[in-house]
């Protein structure tokens, strides 16, 4: 077993920056009260990248991920500190509406999370609370859109006006990922989005998110390192609030730089 | 160290005091109910088996002549000879004509004691209604005194109760019964009138309308109020010392007994605001202090009972606060809400001893048509009726404490049906 000891001055290897950056985080702290989460994490997330953040449980990877659309707001207690930055504008700027910023940085949800409406109701929620649509034909377009992209207009367009919670899981939560890219965000974070479906409907969602990563920056957190794999462009490597490695995907899985990655992806810990 | 025989043995051992303990835990459980409902049993076939008389009051059927000289009335749309019109005297004859065989003063005056004091106004009410009974006759139900009442249903159940009658009452209600000139109707006058001082013309309308009045004035302001609190403590308040604080409070304030709801609204709204007493304005205002603390509590644990996920979905949605709880809290809460609404009017339609401090305990004959008109409502009027000497008011009470019950009744399984109609599942 390595060492699983983090050093108080802790680098990060690998290749945590980008040269054509969406988000720009430095030296990012996490505090909920008194106890600190996430440890002085810099990293970058390219623009249509699909970046995957992994770790054992509790290394902060969701608290970070919450933070690039700040909902961690809704949280007592909890204080962002260090800059993130989105389009080089400051989340934590007070001219940046929150508003504002989870149109631009949209959310999936561990457990599908439909609102008890309509499949109809739920896409098109976004938009008419941010006034997207002039007219019910341009509201109509976007939800077929958005289910479209998600892949889910050929199963549920007999049924738009019918309770989005009556779908199967994984229906659900590819109408969440639908609901999320009506309001056409520019990136996509996406918290263990598989973790509470079955495989065959894992895959589906697998598939979506590398059809999305063309026009959205996505930022997944996951607990399968084959999932980490199979659908992202660089891995980052969370351990104990700190960010130990970054690096491209297959890099990650074959040669990873740091022992504690290498620990975690043979299995010797997690 | 136990081998796996000797555990086997004495899991086999415990298992018989187990299943006794469960069967023990059962019973006492199956026992608790039974007394429960039998206690419900008793009270309503007590309640049902005293009251169920006074939805019929003795009738006696009379020959009237309309008699305009008697009655000292030439024109029928005189408001003036109307009112000083003698109208006892057409029952004085009608009773003479039927049975000349009394005389005297004494014998007079009991045999005008059949028929209740009221009675001539009913037939006042007619004769406006069809002023061509003008100098005719017909033969009309009088409605009969509560003495004689009281006297007839007693002796229809074959255990006459003739306290408060004379010997020849008692033959000239013999002599009605052959003829079938006497008889239990439907009392209209139940439901159709206010208080009265004679049990007879006694009816809870005025009651009924004094207690709707009230309630319509406390769910119209502790609704609001209490949702916007709930919403407010639950989904913006900040948690510190003082929210801590104001919660403690509404607890405490669920259990202050209602009594001093009272003096506080006699003490505020009526002495300070200058509100009119006895009125269910005032009422209503009282009961919402009392209703309040109900509403703000079961309101939170609705709002409570709303799964954070879906509070993360709309703000992750970009929703601000106030749209999260417009478009989805609120509608997925309103069930619970509305079902502590109406748990919390239920109390309030019952509750007594606050509006005794507000002067809704006043005789109030007349029925309350607005919300500052002197009235009394359901309980109040059965604190009263069961005050009343009269044998009558008896069957009365009971008959009142039914229709209250059948209105808490009624809105109890309104409750319940709002709870599984619009409950939703996650």
Not at chain 2, 102 to 118: C, D, F, H, T, W
């Amino acid at each position: 077993m390595p060492d699983m000891k983090v050093n108080e001055k802790h680098v990060t290897v690998g290749k945590q920056f980008h040269d054509d950056p969406r988000m720009t985080m430095r030296n990012v702290n996490v505090f909920y009260g008194e106890k600190q989460a996430i440890h002085d994490v810099s990293i970058d997330i390219g623009k249509n990248e699909v970046m995957a953040m992994i770790g054992p449980s509790g290394c902060g990877k969701s608290t970070f991920l919450r933070s690039l659309n700040r909902m961690n707001d809704t949280v007592e207690g909890c204080r962002v500190e260090g800059e993130i930055c989105m389009d080089g504008e400051s989340l934590y700027n007070t001219k940046l509406d929150v508003v504002e910023l989870r149109a631009r940085v949209g959310m999936v949800f561990q457990k599908p999370n439909p609102f008890p409406k309509s499949i109809y109701e739920n896409v098109a929620y976004g938009a008419k609370i941010h006034g997207l649509a002039d007219s019910r034909i341009d509201l109509d377009e976007i939800v077929e859109n958005s289910l479209n992209k998600a892949g889910l207009w050929k199963e549920v367009k007999d049924r738009l006006h019918q309770p989005g919670t009556g779908l199967s899981g994984g229906q659900q939560q590819r109408l969440c990922i639908a609901r999320a890219i009506a309001v056409t965000p520019e990136v996509i974070l996406m918290d263990e989005p598989c973790s509470a479906l079955d495989p065959i409907a894992t895959a589906r969602i697998e598939e979506l998110i590398k059809e999305l990563s063309e026009n959205f920056t996505i930022a997944i957190v996951t607990h399968s390192m084959q999932q980490a794999a199979r659908v992202s462009d660089r891995t980052a490597y969370f351990h104990l609030g700190q960010l130990i490695e970054v690096n491209p995907t297959e890099q990650v899985f074959t040669m990873p730089e740091h022992e504690l990655t290498e620990g975690y992806i043979t299995g010797r810990f997690g | 160290m136990n081998n796996s025989a000797e555990n086997l043995r004495r899991i086999q051992k415990s298992l018989k005091k187990r299943y006794f303990v469960e069967r023990c835990f059962l019973w006492s459980g199956r026992a608790a109910i039974t007394l429960g409902l039998l206690a419900v049993l008793v009270l309503f076939v007590d309640i049902t088996s005293k009251g169920y008389g006074a939805f019929r009051s003795t009738e006696i059927l009379l020959d009237i002549h309309y008699d305009a000289d008697a009655l000292g009335i030439d024109n029928l749309h005189d408001e003036k000879q109307l009112a000083f019109a003698d109208w006892d005297v057409l029952l004085k004859n009608a009773l003479r004509e039927q049975f000349p065989d009394a005389s005297g003063r004494k014998e007079r005056k009991q045999l005008y004691g059949l028929v209740s004091n009221g009675a001539g106004f009913d037939l006042k009410e007619r004769l406006i209604a069809n002023p061509k009974l003008l100098n005719t006759s017909e033969k009309v139900w009088i409605i009969a005194d509560d003495d004689i009442d009281t006297y007839y249903k007693s002796w229809l159940s074959g255990d006459p109760y003739a306290e408060r009658m004379s010997e020849k009452q008692i033959q000239w209600i013999e002599v009605l019964d052959e003829q079938g000139a006497i008889a239990l109707k439907f009392s209209k006058n139940l439901f159709t009138r206010g208080d009265s001082r004679e049990p007879e013309q006694a009816g809870i309308w005025g009651a009924v309308m004094g207690s709707l009045f009230t309630l319509a004035i406390t769910f119209c302001l502790s609704f609001p109020i209490g949702v916007a609190a709930a919403i407010y403590l639950e989904e913006f308040a900040p948690r510190n010392r003082l929210t801590d604080f104001i919660e403690v409070n509404i607890n405490n304030l669920a259990a202050v007994p209602s009594i001093i709801f009272g003096l506080l609204g006699l003490a505020i709204f009526i002495n300070f605001f200058h509100v009119p007493r006895s009125a269910p304005l005032v009422g209503g205002l009282v009961l919402t202090l009392m209703t309040l603390p109900t509403i703000i509590i079961t309101s939170r644990a609705a709002i409570k009972s709303v799964p954070p996920s879906i509070r993360e979905a709309a703000l992750g949605m970009g929703a601000s606060r106030h749209q999260v709880v417009m478009h989805h809290v609120l509608p997925l809460s309103m069930p619970g809400m509305l079902t502590g609404a109406i748990i919390g009017m239920a109390q309030a339609l019952g509750e007594t001893a606050p509006l005794l401090m507000i002067g809704m305990v006043a005789f109030i004959v007349d029925i309350p048509q607005g919300f500052t008109d002197p009235a009394t409502v359901l309980p109040v009027q059965i604190f009263l009726w069961a005050d009343s000497p009269e044998r009558a008011f008896v069957e009365k009470t009971s008959a009142a404490i039914m229709v209250l019950l059948s209105f808490l009744i009624v809105m109890n399984m309104t409750a319940v049906w709002i709870r599984k109609r619009l409950e939703r599942r996650w």
